[in-house]
């Protein structure tokens, strides 16, 4: 019999718009600000998908743009 692994979240964080690149550290960074107990949910994966999520769509700015 195995084992059930631990499920981890359907985190879709590369198609956020809140996934950035940091500069100073050279990695991909959430820069939405979560409080505590947000976060901390979050890291111990007791949500499935992130509440805040929005899709990034970079057409979608430069549409408004023009």
Excluded: H
């Amino acid at each position: 019999m195995s084992t059930p692994e631990k499920k981890t979240p359907q985190s879709r964080c590369d198609m956020c718009m809140y996934y950035d690149y940091d500069d100073e550290t050279e990695q991909y960074v959430c820069v939405l600000d979560l409080d505590e107990d947000e976060l901390e949910a979050f890291l111990s994966y007791q949500t499935q998908n992130c509440p805040y999520f929005r899709f990034y769509e970079e057409y979608k700015l430069v549409e408004r743009q023009n």
